[in-house]
């Protein structure tokens, strides 16, 4: 059997939706999996440690660890340990009456394992791969780089009484929540520094995956660092792009056909060679095949939502969908 090196892009939920997919795949396929993750999460758990400790925002990252985690009883309950949240504790009153506050309330104790590794290893990428030695991982995650980075938008109409004002909207949580039209994305600081493995996998890989996930805040910031969209395009490797089931808070008002255009303008030298959609959720068909086409490549029409009527990729229906496609020969 043929080893094929996979990478895949992205952040929360939709990375974790392709690497579980992937996973499908390996009784079919032998895949060497790495999933490059995008360090821009600013809310929730992960914001509070990267606003009081530094680093990297942990959380991304914790889940697609978890996403890659071993099938042995022990691998799985540590993974269920990493996926474990805090719930807020009554906590007593200090010496002059006031009511306490509860600092692990709210956190992934993934999330904390992994800031603790950071912190003792000195290098995201050396923390990364104790933890998923801890997790047996049957692949790698890395970071798309070794700083965290800001994600910033200029956005139409954030303020409904102001529907045609354009503003900048800061942060990833707040581009991902943002009830205005995106019309342009960046980082700061604008050019950061590519994950040195990152780049190397890439190039060596044979796919390279982008999607399902919040376009905007987990798929195109990958493009927008010099070093990684550099490697993307000259990797020898094929290019796969699954598209959402359905636009998200930060893209209504996108059509599918708008998502692959967005590829483009943000790197215009990107080419594609698979665009893989839901039979039920593409739409308009023929705009979607269109738009794949100017990027280069076919649209692959499968059922891979969940048949509960939920937005939401089923892992094996998507490696179902993937073992053809990864599988055929050049």
């Not at 992960?46 to 697609?64: C, I, M, V």
């Not at 590519?194 to 805040?217: H, R």
Request: proline letters at 6%.
């Amino acid at each position: 059997m043929i080893r094929r090196k996979v990478v895949a892009f992205g952040g929360g939920h939709g990375l974790s939706a392709s690497l579980r997919a992937l996973r499908h795949c390996v009784p079919e396929l032998d895949l060497d999996i790495t999933a490059v993750v995008t360090v821009g999460d600013d809310g929730g758990s992960s914001g509070r440690l990267r606003a009081e400790r530094g680093g990297l925002p942990p959380g991304d990252l914790r889940q697609a660890l978890v996403a890659l985690a071993g099938d042995h009883p022990a691998t799985r309950r540590s993974a269920g340990l990493f996926q474990h949240r805090f719930a807020a504790a009554a906590v007593a009153a200090d010496a002059g009456g006031a009511a306490g506050t509860d600092p692990l309330a709210g956190h992934a104790v993934g999330n904390l394992v992994l800031c603790g590794l950071m912190e003792l290893l000195g290098d995201p990428v050396a923390a990364l791969d104790h933890a998923g030695a801890m997790l047996g991982a049957v692949g790698r995650v890395l970071p798309m780089s070794r700083q965290p980075v800001g994600i910033e938008a200029r956005v139409r109409g954030a303020d409904a009484d102001h529907p045609d004002e354009v503003r900048t909207v800061r942060g990833q949580h707040q581009v991902a929540v943002t009830s205005g039209r995106v019309e342009s994305l960046r980082l700061t600081p604008a050019a950061p520094a590519a994950c040195a493995e990152a780049v190397a996998a890439v190039s060596e890989a044979d796919w390279l995956i982008f999607g399902p996930g919040s376009w905007y805040t987990s798929v195109l910031p990958h493009l927008l660092v010099p070093g990684l969209a550099h490697a993307i395009v000259s990797s020898p490797a094929r290019r796969l792009v699954t598209l959402n089931l359905v636009a998200e808070k930060e893209t209504l008002g996108l059509s599918q056909a708008d998502h692959l255009a967005t590829l483009h303008r943000y790197l215009s030298e990107l080419k594609v060679d698979v665009v893989l959609a839901d039979s039920k959720a593409v739409g308009d068909p023929e705009a979607v095949e269109r738009a794949a086409e100017s990027l280069g490549a076919r649209l692959f029409l499968a059922p891979v939502a969940v048949i509960d009527g939920t937005p939401r990729h089923d892992p094996a229906a998507l490696g179902a969908a993937l073992v053809p496609v990864l599988g055929a020969d050049r």
